[in-house]
């Protein structure tokens, strides 16, 4: 075991620079479990914002608190959830998900669900507001200006999406307790990373570091290039 | 000629319109018939806009009727005081419309074109529309309206922003259109555009039709003293 920091940083550019495949398959799952789960999420999300900001019904004031108000949810509070419900006595035991990446997959849509759909309200209600008359009078009905308005707030969207993105890559509670951390199944960056690094593995936590921050900060950097595209819309399709 | 009965004539019998103790719109009674270039002329605040919207059916009066001869999807359109436009392109901007009126795709854009070439925004069709010139968005939600061929076309000061130029231009469409047979419902709070284009004057005074009657006897020999006092130029508020 190392544990100077200049050594351990040696080996774990080594790790990484020579594609050990035991870190690069913790890599590939993280991301797969992320990606799965912010697809599921965005399905969901986009819709149903539009949907909250357009629509008139008893409980819509409910339903938008609750999401703005899930957008903060702890992550280790939906991996508790998502466990009591996996688990073998929970209601949805019987499908053993307990521990697997699907249970990883479900436990972070949870937790992204509610940024992608909280913020897409937002947008589209602004949006609803300068539209309606005129999207009614070419004889829109709700129903289809919901897409309509998802369309014209895509630039701002693509950053909720991202935002979304962000927070199931960082995120350790909810798939530490859902998933386990077991080894070639359900073992992730953010997992291995607070693992070895309590068990002293310091090379390997570090080069998982290394790989989640050119990650996020790839992902940082598509945020950028979206937010200047917004910019760019202020000058044309604002 | 139409091969279909016509919406008009539109009849308003006591329509009003309240909001918190405020009586926007007071017993309105008129009939815009098929033909005469209506226009709804009044000082700022007196409620032509809200008078539009209830005719085009956007906002319900609080009180008395209001009644086309027949009910006909997209018989009508409208364009607003301020131009509204979808974060696409020019052109995407009228196809959707044409869109939501059932047009197919390849009339969509046949007939798209068609306006944008009459409205001499061809060169502009795969331009953004956010990035248009305030003239030019007028022209383009006028082009958006009559590319779907409406029986009745309400304008709300569909100059109000505009200079001498790009007004005379928007005139000269709206006069175009006209004469193709559409008719014209708009509101104005100038006069001299109101001399120009109006076969008929609803003059509209605090949310009281003072006035509905020809436009030269409107303008020659006006019936009420608050008529008068606009006619004359002074401050009617
Ligand atoms: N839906 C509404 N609810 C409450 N108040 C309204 C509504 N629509 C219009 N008003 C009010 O009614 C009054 C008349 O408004 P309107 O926009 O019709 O005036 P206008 O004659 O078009 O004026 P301008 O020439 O400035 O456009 C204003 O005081 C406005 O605030
Ligand atoms: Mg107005």
């Not at chain 1, 308005?149 to 350790?172: D, F, I, K, P, Q």
């Not at chain 2, 059916?57 to 009727?65: E, N, R, S, W």
């Not at chain 2, 359109?77 to 901007?93: D, E, G, T, Y």
Request: glycine residues 10%; proline residues 5%; contains cysteine.
């Amino acid at each position: 075991m190392v544990s100077d920091p200049t050594t351990a940083f040696a080996a774990a550019w080594h790790l990484v620079a020579t594609g050990d495949r035991e870190l690069y398959a913790v890599v590939a799952l993280s991301l797969r479990v992320s990606l799965t789960a912010l697809l599921i999420a965005t399905v969901i999300g986009l819709p149903l914002g539009g949907a909250l900001a357009v629509y008139r019904f008893p409980g819509r004031g409910a339903m938008i608190a609750l999401f703005d108000t899930l957008m903060g949810l702890p992550p280790v509070v939906a991996g508790l959830a998502v466990y009591l419900l996996l688990s073998r006595a929970g209601p949805l035991g019987d499908y053993g998900l307990l521990f697997t990446p699907a249970a990883m997959i479900i436990a972070q849509t949870i937790l992204i669900t509610p940024i992608i759909a909280a913020l897409t309200r937002q947008f589209v209600e602004d949006d609803w507001h300068a539209y309606r008359e005129q999207l009614t009078s070419l004889g829109s009905g709700r129903g289809r200006a919901v897409p309509t308005l998802l369309w014209n707030c895509r630039y701002s969207l693509m950053t909720a999406v991202l935002a979304g993105l962000g927070r199931a890559m960082a995120e350790v509670g909810a798939i530490l307790i859902v998933g386990g951390n077991i080894a070639g199944v359900t073992r992730t960056m953010t997992t291995a990373i607070a693992l070895e690094t309590s068990k002293g593995d310091l090379p390997f936590a570090l080069g998982l570091g290394l790989v989640l921050m050119v990650l996020i900060l790839t992902v940082n950097g598509i945020a950028r290039l979206g937010g200047l595209m917004i910019q760019r819309a202020g000058a044309g399709y604002a | 000629m139409r091969d279909y009965a016509s919406i008009l004539p539109l009849q308003l019998e006591a329509v009003s319109y309240r909001a918190d103790d405020c009586l926007l719109l007071d017993r309105i009674d008129a009939r815009f018939r098929a033909g005469p270039r209506s226009l709804i002329l009044g000082p700022n605040g007196a409620g032509k806009s809200l008078l539009l919207r209830i005719c085009h059916g956007l906002v319900k009066p609080t009180g008395g009727t209001l009644c086309w001869a027949v009910a006909r999807p997209h018989a009508q359109a409208m364009v607003f005081q301020n131009p509204v436009l979808l974060r696409r392109s020019v052109r995407a901007n009228i196809t959707y419309a044409l869109a939501l009126a059932g047009y197919s795709r390849r009339d969509r854009r046949r007939r798209a074109e068609q306006v944008l070439e009459e409205a001499g925004l061809a060169p502009r069709a795969r331009h953004p529309a956010a990035v248009l010139s305030a003239g030019e968005k007028q022209k383009l939600v006028l082009a958006r309206a009559w590319a779907l061929r409406p029986e009745v076309l309400f304008l709300d000061e569909p100059t109000a922003n505009l200079d001498p130029g790009a007004t005379k231009v928007i005139e000269q469409t709206i006069t175009a259109m006209h004469a193709a047979g559409v008719k014209i419902i708009m509101t104005t709070h100038d006069l001299g555009q109101a001399r120009r284009l109006a076969d008929e004057i609803f003059f509209l005074h605090r949310g009281k039709l003072r006035e509905a009657g020809a436009a030269e006897t409107f303008f020659t020999q006006p019936g009420t003293a608050e008529a008068a006092a606009f006619l004359r130029g002074e401050l009617v508020i």
